[in-house]
């Protein structure tokens, strides 16, 4: 696409710093330093964030193994969604942060309404204080990040009935984001992935 910045990268017309590569995802260094470890999943073909995250693939998993890589003691997957988020490229990625400690994505938990069940997974609310959005999916079997970002159907179904719910509650904007580990502060102890949403977001670490 002219004039996107990650199309140019990935047709070796712009440099960047790239840690893997292969027939549909390229990953490469941030060129912001907010963190140790600042990284970019982005797919090949120019899509739109909403367009990725209804047929993720395994842009997910190869997001979740470039963190495990590289953040041993936890990193943050994000992909931002419109203004609210901060948006800055129109090309669908995943950020992966990580190498140091990261504030909560969220206020304490509150109380959860279930909001969308399937025979896979659910979609609740948590009323947690900050932001007014806050969504959890869910798989209904027990599974942890690594075994749900492996699982590129479920996450694909789980980031599909997300996007929709971003959509109708956050015209604005909203963020998906998952925590590994200590350094971002894991506190739901299975898979999941956050919808965050319902006012300006601020930066993502």
């Known amino acids: 696409m002219p004039g996107c910045i990650f199309c140019a990268i990935i047709a070796r017309q712009s440099p960047a710093d790239i840690l893997h590569e292969d027939s549909e995802i390229i990953v490469f260094r941030n060129v912001l330093r907010w963190l140790p470890l600042m990284l970019l999943t982005v797919p090949k073909t120019h899509r739109l964030q909403e367009d990725l995250w209804s047929n993720l693939g395994h842009a997910g998993r190869v997001a979740a193994e470039m963190g495990r890589r590289f953040c041993p003691n936890g990193f943050r997957l994000v992909s931002n969604f419109g203004w ?7 090309h669908a990625h995943i950020h992966v942060l990580g190498g140091g400690a990261m504030e909560a994505l969220t206020g304490r938990a509150g109380v959860t309404e ?4 399937t025979a896979q997974f659910t979609i609740s609310r948590r009323h947690s204080g900050w932001p007014p959005v806050v969504m959890v999916a869910e798989p209904r079997a027990e599974a942890g990040q690594y075994t749900l970002w492996s699982d590129e159907q479920m996450v694909g179904a789980m980031g599909r009935e997300l996007v929709r719910l971003g959509r109708d509650l956050c015209p604005y904007g909203f963020r998906f984001a998952a925590d590994f580990g200590w350094d971002a502060l894991q506190t739901q102890p299975g898979g999941h992935i956050y919808l965050l949403g319902g006012a300006e977001l601020g930066h993502y670490v």
């Open 114 to 117: 279930p909001v969308l069940e």
């Open 84 to 90: 609210d988020a901060l948006q800055s490229q129109p």
